[in-house]
């Protein structure tokens, strides 16, 4: 993965743009969310998230945050969770499946996943551009019935490390 991309993806988690990847920027992302779709926390799909949000921080903690401060510095994720990406992103993302359960059920998931509109809801409120959030919705419906489903998520969340643009 080219230096560009590892930027990318490190400022992806790093919500808040302090320059580390912590409990907190996971927290950010959860908050980012129910305000798009007008979610409160104390709701059942609220705390599914946070606590999707919590067992993602702490499997992203346990593969890059080498030194057991509690922050995943641009260092640590370099050489800890991209090389762990490369070698198994399968495991990676799987570590994301909660959130984006969670996330999902936010955005009004059923059984079959939920529609191009609210998935392109879900990654500007992460943060991504309107074209870039676009263009992976796209990817994310290979099928073209307009649906997402978890297991697409997962799977394009896996991509969206390990695949060269």
Known sequence: MDERRI?????????????????????????????EFSTTARCDKGQALFAGAEAFWQGMAGIADVDGDQRVTRGEFVTGAVKRLRDSPERFAEIARPFLRAGLAVAGADETGVGSEAARRVLKALGAADDAAQEAVAALDADGDGRISEDDAVQ??????????
């Open 156 to 165: 394009g969340f896996a991509r969206y490390f390990t695949v060269p643009e």
């Open 7 to 35: 930027a990318d993806r490190f400022a992806g988690f790093d919500q808040d743009g302090n320059g580390y990847i912590d409990r907190e920027d996971f927290y950010v992302a959860a908050k980012a969310l129910l305000a």
